[in-house]
Nanobody, 121 residues
Framework: VQLQASGGGLVQAGGSLRLSCAASGRTFSSYAVGWFRQAPGKEREFVAA????????KYADSVKARFTISRDNAKNTVYLQMNSLKPEDTAVYYCATSSIWSRLQEHFISWGQGALVTVSS
């Protein structure tokens, strides 16, 4: 599976953005998908994940109630709706697929190239 993240950009604090992760390959709907982010000078961290069917989701505490992950398997796309953005959300956001329901990076096998999100104060 090849992944392409898009939708990043510059937004003011309190604003919203929606990231998309488009996948190629007919097996996309068989995988859980996660979003991770890496801020400048920091390690990459888990943000959110969704099961292959979309029936379950999980979030990092730092984004819970502000971010929503969803998927449309008919379009081979996973979304990350980000509301009430804060400057500390500034990072490169990556999507990845996993055959394991996990938030651990080592369980994710295919990674997209990343989308830069910049939140100004």
């Amino acid at each position: 599976v090849q992944l392409q993240a898009s939708g990043g950009g510059l937004v003011q604090a309190g604003g919203s953005l929606r990231l998309s992760c488009a996948a190629s390959g007919r097996t996309f709907s068989s995988y859980a998908v996660g979003w991770f982010r890496q801020a400048p000078g920091k390690e990459r961290e888990f943000v959110a994940a969704i099961t292959y069917s979309g029936g379950a989701t999980k979030y990092a505490d730092s984004v819970k109630a502000r971010f929503t992950i969803s998927r449309d398997n008919a379009k081979n796309t996973v979304y990350l709706q980000m509301n009430s953005l804060k400057p500390e959300d500034t990072a490169v956001y990556y999507c990845a697929t996993s055959s394991i329901w996990s938030r651990l990076q080592e369980h994710f096998i295919s990674w997209g190239q990343g989308a830069l999100v910049t939140v100004s104060s």
